[in-house]
């Protein structure tokens, strides 16, 4: 008898996991979030009555997912991605496959495009130079674009970032890796407070754009 009652409870646990693991095996995705000091930020926004962003656009590049073991569950289809939060569609990246999510798994991606890619010069889709993230085929692409102006005692002063550099100590693609639960948080005060009090023009490779790739990189996260 108590045999079978341990045959039993067994049976059911195993078909417990069974349902368990059908229910966490949904498509998944990754959703963009920029705020301001936690709140949902949008384009056209001013905060604190002074800073003014007119334009943010980067490639987020190489998505993958990764198990406790550290092994890769899941590439994502497309190798560059141009986020751009004028689009709010760009903002959120859809999984094409199904995935078994547990809450230890992580996220890589690249923010920019990679020395390989730059190598092979302007390319289609979201590399396209229609897209305005392109230089020249010397300078390659722009990783990030960042626009706008802030507003000192009622005059206001334009802020540009155009951050891009692909080869030696000029290079400005960063890897990113950060506990996965479908949310990329983009911390825009702390990317405006950092960089304005230092340059408020960056055009092109170099120390600054490596500098402000080191800090845009710092400023995303997987929570508030």
């Given amino acids: 008898m108590r045999t079978a009652i341990i045959i039993v409870i067994t049976f059911l646990s195993i078909i417990q996991s069974i349902a368990q693991t059908s229910q966490n095996k949904n498509t998944h995705s990754l959703k963009l979030l920029p705020v301001y000091k936690g ?25 993958i997912i990764l198990n406790e073991q550290d092994s890769i569950v899941y590439t994502h289809q497309a190798k560059n991605i141009l ?6 569609e ?17 996220m890589q991606f690249g923010i920019g495009v990679d020395s390989t890619t730059h190598a092979r010069g302007a390319m289609e889709g979201d590399l396209d130079p229609v897209n305005d993230m392109y230089w020249t085929w010397q300078s390659g692409y ?10 000192h005692n009622a005059n206001k002063e334009q802020f540009e970032y155009h951050i891009g550099g692909y080869t030696g100590n000029r290079n400005a ?3 990113i890796r950060l506990p996965y639960n479908g949310n990329l948080f983009i911390h825009l005060d702390q990317l405006l407070s950092q960089m304005l009090g ?12 490596t500098d402000f790739a080191d800090i845009f990189a710092r400023c995303m996260s997987h929570t508030f």
């Fill in 39 to 63: 709140e949902p930020s949008e384009l056209d926004s001013t905060y604190e009555k002074k800073y003014h962003i007119e334009k943010l656009r980067f490639y987020l590049s190489d998505l």
């Fill in 83 to 88: 986020i751009d939060i004028a689009k709010p």
């Fill in 90 to 106: 760009s903002l959120l990246i859809l999984f094409q496959d199904s995935l078994l999510v547990s809450k230890k798994y992580k």
């Fill in 142 to 151: 722009i990783n990030i674009k960042l626009e706008g102006n802030i507003t």
């Fill in 173 to 175: 693609y960063r890897k």
């Fill in 198 to 209: 230092k340059q408020q023009h960056i055009m092109s490779p170099g120390k600054d754009a």
